[in-house]
């Protein structure tokens, strides 16, 4: 699987809109986070939205070293395409 993500913007709600270099796009609700151990940072207006892809390790991050495991995010985007695609 190719894990690298290319684009990574955030939206309203702890969400992120990711588009991974196969072609997969697709939103993650990261909401579940926010507040726990390291995230706590996202609750700092305006923290979240300084969401950024390192060119390294190709997965989104935030200052102080904050990331999320690209393998994770990919699959959360491949299930719910799945899920649409059972249910059409």
């Not at 991974?20 to 726990?36: C, I, P, Y």
Request: proline share 6%; glycine share 10%; aromatic share 12%.
């Amino acid at each position: 699987m190719d894990y690298k993500i290319i684009d990574a913007k955030p939206l309203k709600g702890f969400r992120l809109a990711l588009r991974f270099a196969d072609g997969l796009s697709g939103e993650v609700n990261v909401s579940h986070l926010v507040g726990k151990g390291v995230f706590k940072a996202w609750k700092k207006p305006g923290f979240f939205e300084k969401v950024y892809i390192d060119p390294e390790g190709e997965t989104v991050c935030w200052p102080g070293d904050l990331d999320l495991a690209p393998d994770a995010l990919y699959e959360d985007v491949l299930a719910q395409h799945k899920r649409r695609k059972k249910a059409a």
